[in-house]
């Protein structure tokens, strides 16, 4: 109204500077959230990129392994270290292999 005297309360003036200090928070949160966000992404990329070249390295070590074969032990000889962890890869690997297959889908690239 034209003429009257608008004047806050130093209550309702308290208020509104609140309410601004508020969206201002709100703001600055979303912009944060979303860097920790873009940081979640790039480690998740970095992970899925090892996973990926960890998974075709026990592979390739593991047919390398079964290619090349090796003697015969003995009866009762327990296989090398070597061996087992060739063997362990290559289990890994193809438990890491369908579980990518089943998670991605049918359709999925």
């Not at 979303?34 to 998974?55: E, L, N, P, W, Y």
């Amino acid at each position: 109204m034209p003429g009257r005297n608008h004047r806050l309360t130093p209550l309702e003036l308290r208020k509104q500077m609140l309410i601004v200090e508020s969206e201002l928070n709100r703001t600055q949160f979303k912009h944060e959230w979303g860097g920790v966000a873009d940081g979640v992404r790039a480690v998740a990329h970095r992970a899925k990129s090892i996973g990926t070249f960890a998974t075709s390295t026990a592979v390739l070590v593991s047919a390398l392994a079964a290619f090349k074969g090796g003697g015969t032990a003995a009866p009762g000889a327990k296989p090398s270290r070597w061996r087992r962890a060739l063997k362990g890869a290559g289990l890994i690997s193809n438990f890491w292999l369908a579980f990518r297959a089943r998670r991605r889908g049918p359709g999925d690239p």
